[in-house]
């Protein structure tokens, strides 16, 4: 198994990371800057490092924008080495979008990155813990833009991936999902918004028809609240913080992120480019050493799948 790790940007926490668990990536290769890389794992192998230059010299706690084109870089010859075979996962460090896009690079994370790099037109986010495992309909995404990009198109299809996906990575035979509502108590009966009754709910029923086990739009107030959620094996959650705030609630820092519908597999860390401690040797590495776990985990999945 060859598994690529993206060092992420490079004056956050993810180098550090790395290091923390150095002693564990005798199956892994470094996609980055091998100076950076020398410089916190100066024992690590040459021929397990896929060497992507900086442009400019790094400083920790400290964006550069000049170093925007390098991030991309790394995230993108992972993808590609995916793609041909030479990787059979990629695990990616935290970026910071704000940097890139301040560079003139118009970017909204990794997901939409990989969708664009892989020609995927549906990519489906997901993040799991111990707790639950939280797909989104919406990800990077303006709130005020929110309600129009839920389609019943999109509803179908984000479901149909997430079924597949949770029977082929996860080993769950008949998924029961469950879907929140939009609006605050799921619409109210059309009192609090229409999206429920007139796109969310014929869009449900739809799949119900077709066999899917699927419980909702359900208040997504009351689906997270710990008896509802062990009922289900995924939720389903309208837009990017109705799902993530509970997720990480529930297990930041042990919780990893997987891109579900990609032609490739990618897994990645639950937190963001921790700018306010990257140095300072404080930064916690379990949800990397999760999310190369997951990796690893999906890869034996697909190699089960294909023989
Ligand atoms: N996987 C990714 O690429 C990813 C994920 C989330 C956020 N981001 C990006 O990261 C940037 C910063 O986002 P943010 O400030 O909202 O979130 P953040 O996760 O970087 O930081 C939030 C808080 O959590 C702490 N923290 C984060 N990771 C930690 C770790 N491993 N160990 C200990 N403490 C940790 C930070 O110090 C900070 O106090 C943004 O540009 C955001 O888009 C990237
Ligand atoms: N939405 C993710 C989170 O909050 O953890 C994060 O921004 C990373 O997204 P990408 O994997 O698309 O960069």
Redesign the pocket.
């Known amino acids: 198994m060859k598994l690529a790790v993206t060092l ?1 940007e490079p004056a956050g ?1 993810g180098i550090e ?1 790395l290091a923390q668990l150095k002693h564990e990536l005798a199956d892994c290769v470094l996609v980055g800057d091998p100076g950076l890389i020398q410089s916190y794992l100066p024992h690590f192998p040459t021929d397990r490092i896929e060497a992507v230059y900086l442009s400019e010299p790094n400083e920790l706690g400290r964006l550069n924008t000049a170093n925007a084109g390098y991030v991309l870089n790394t995230i993108k010859t992972a993808a590609l080495g995916c793609l041909s075979g030479r990787y059979d996962a990629m695990i ?1 460090n ?5 940097v890139i896009n301040d560079a003139g690079i118009p970017f909204s ?2 997901t939409e990155y990989l969708a664009e790099l892989t020609h995927t037109p549906q990519v489906v986010m997901m993040l799991l813990n111990q707790v639950m495992k939280v797909a989104l309909m919406t990800t990077h995404l303006p709130l005020k833009e929110v309600a129009q990009a839920i389609t019943g198109d999109k509803i179908k299809s984000v479901i149909r991936i997430l079924h597949h996906d949770l029977q082929q990575k996860f080993g769950v035979q008949d998924p029961h999902v469950a879907i929140c509502g939009l609006n605050p108590h799921a619409g109210e009966g059309g009192h609090l918004g229409h999206e429920e009754v007139e796109v969310i709910t014929p869009a449900l029923e739809d799949l119900r028809q077709q066999g899917y086990q699927l419980s909702g739009p359900i208040p997504a107030d009351t689906l997270f609240t710990p008896n509802q959620v062990k009922n289900y094996d995924a939720i389903l959650a309208m837009y990017h913080d109705q799902g993530l705030a509970p997720l990480k609630y529930a297990g930041f ?1 042990e919780s990893v ?1 997987i891109t579900l519908g990609l032609p490739i597999i990618r897994t ?10 990257a140095g300072r040797g ?4 379990g ?1 990397l050493k999760a999310a190369i776990n997951l990796a690893r985990h999906c890869v034996k999945q697909q190699q089960k799948h294909a023989c």
């Open positions: 992420g926490i990371l990616t935290p970026i910071h979008k704000a994370g990794h820092g992120n990645s860390v639950d937190h963001g480019t921790a700018l306010d401690i404080i930064a916690d590495a949800s």
